[in-house]
C-alpha cells in the first residue's frame, strides 16, 4: 500500500513536471560566428534543464532561414532525421547544415509539426526562432516576421555578457500578446553535437521553480530577463499562437527564441 | 566660434568611435573572393575604400559596391584585403585566413 502510494505520488510528479518544460531546440554550439562558414544544427524536443525526456518529434512543416541579402531560403530539405540521445530515452530528432556565409544576421525559423502531448490530451507548436551573426554587423535580427506566434527581440540573442539581460515583445500576427506567460529553462548541458546527445547536468534546481522559471509579460507584451549564467538559455511563450485547434484536440501554439550569452574572460 | 568647432570635433569624435569597421570575406570558390564591408551598428559600407595589399603595395584598389562588397580575382601568393574606412577604421584581412 505503502508503495503503491509512492508510485501514484512519482507518477503524478513525473507527469506534473513534464507537463511544463517542453522546448523546441535549434541548436548550433556558437551563435556569433567571427567569420562565416558552413554551421551545424540539432533539432531536438527536449526539456533542457532536466533533460528527464526527450520527445519523438511529428515533422517539420517549415524550417527557413532570413538574411538581410538573400531574403527567406527554404532550407527544409537539409533537415536530416536523427535520435538524439537524452539521459533516460532516445527521441526522433534532426540535423542540418547551414552556410552561414553572408556576414550580418540569419535569422532561423523552424515551425514543427504539432506533437501530442498524452499527459496533457492535446498537441504542442512551438515555433521557433534561433538568430546567429556573422563577424559582428547587425542587419535583420530586430525584424518583425509576423508569425502566428513569436518573440521579438530587443536585445541582439548573439550578443549578451553573462550576468546582463535579455529583452523580448510576444507577438502573435504582429500583435503584442499582452501578459503572455513566458518559460525560462537553461540549456543544462553543453550538447555532444558528434554523437548527438545530452552531457552530464552543470547545475542542480534547489526547487522545481527554477528548473522551468514561469515569468510573465507586461501589458505590451515586453519582458526582460536576467541572464545569470553563460550559455543557450531558451524563452517559451505559451499559446501565444492563433492557432487553438489541431485535428480537433486544443493546440498550445507556442513562440520559442533561444539566446546565448558568453562569459567574461 | 571656438566652441563651435570643439563641439563639431566632439560630435566627430563620438560617431567615429561609436561604431567600428567590420569585414567578413569568403572564397567564392571559382577563383575570386568577395569581402563585405560593414559597421557595428548596421550602417551600409558602399562607396568605402577596399584594396588587396601585396608586399606592402596596393594592387587591387576600389570602393566597395552598393551591397557593400568588393569581389575581386584571388591573387597568387601572400596577400590582404583592407577595408579603409578612414584612421583608426582598417581592417585587414590576411589571404589565408579566407575561406569558401
Not at chain 1, 37 to 54: L, R, S, Y
Not at chain 1, 131 to 152: F, M, Y
Not at chain 1, 231 to 239: D, E, I, K, T, V
Not at chain 2, 70 to 79: A, I, L
Request: glycine fraction near 10%; aromatic fraction near 10%; include cysteine.
Amino acid at each position: 500500500m505503502k508503495v503503491s502510494l509512492v508510485k501514484v505520488a512519482l507518477a503524478s510528479s513525473i507527469i506534473a513536471s513534464s507537463a511544463l518544460a517542453h522546448f523546441q531546440m535549434v541548436y548550433t554550439p556558437n551563435t556569433a560566428l567571427t567569420k562565416g562558414g558552413t554551421i551545424e544544427f540539432k533539432h531536438v524536443f527536449t526539456h533542457p534543464f532536466a533533460d528527464e525526456h526527450t520527445m519523438d518529434m511529428a515533422g517539420v512543416e517549415e524550417f527557413y532561414s532570413i538574411t538581410e541579402k538573400k531574403g527567406k531560403q527554404d532550407l527544409k530539405k537539409t533537415l536530416k532525421p536523427i535520435s538524439w540521445k537524452g539521459k533516460h530515452n532516445s527521441g526522433k530528432a534532426y540535423e542540418s547544415k547551414y552556410k552561414a556565409r553572408n556576414m550580418g544576421d540569419h535569422v532561423l525559423v523552424m515551425v514543427p509539426t504539432p506533437y501530442y502531448e498524452k499527459g496533457e490530451d492535446i498537441y504542442i507548436q512551438q515555433i521557433t526562432k534561433t538568430v546567429i551573426n556573422v563577424a559582428g554587423t547587425p542587419n535583420g535580427w530586430d525584424n518583425e516576421l509576423g508569425l502566428k506566434a513569436e518573440i521579438v527581440p530587443l536585445t541582439k540573442p548573439y550578443s549578451i555578457w553573462e550576468g546582463s539581460s535579455f529583452t523580448g515583445i510576444v507577438k502573435s500576427n504582429g500583435k503584442v500578446v499582452p501578459f503572455a506567460e513566458i518559460e525560462v529553462e537553461y540549456i543544462n548541458t553543453t550538447p555532444d553535437m558528434k554523437n548527438n546527445a545530452m552531457g552530464p547536468n552543470k547545475y542542480e534546481a534547489p526547487q522545481d521553480s527554477f528548473v522551468t522559471m514561469g515569468i510573465k509579460a507586461n501589458k505590451d507584451g515586453e519582458f526582460t530577463f536576467a541572464i545569470p549564467k553563460a550559455g543557450f538559455w531558451g524563452f517559451c511563450a505559451l499559446g501565444a499562437g492563433s492557432d487553438k485547434e489541431y485535428k480537433g484536440k486544443e493546440l498550445s501554439q507556442d513562440a520559442v527564441i533561444w539566446v546565448e550569452a558568453k562569459e567574461m574572460k | 566660434m571656438f566652441k563651435n568647432i570643439l563641439i563639431g570635433l566632439l560630435i566627430a569624435s563620438s560617431s567615429a568611435f561609436a561604431h567600428s569597421a567590420i569585414m567578413s570575406c569568403f572564397d567564392e570558390g571559382d577563383g575570386s573572393v568577395t569581402c563585405e564591408g560593414g559597421f557595428s551598428d548596421g550602417s551600409s559600407a558602399s562607396g568605402v575604400k577596399f584594396y588587396i595589399e601585396q608586399d606592402g603595395k596596393k594592387v587591387i584598389s576600389g570602393k566597395m559596391n552598393e551591397d557593400s562588397e568588393f569581389n575581386f580575382k584571388k591573387p597568387n601568393g601572400t596577400y590582404s584585403a583592407v577595408f579603409d574606412a578612414g584612421e583608426g577604421h582598417q581592417v585587414s584581412i590576411s589571404g589565408k585566413d579566407i575561406t569558401e
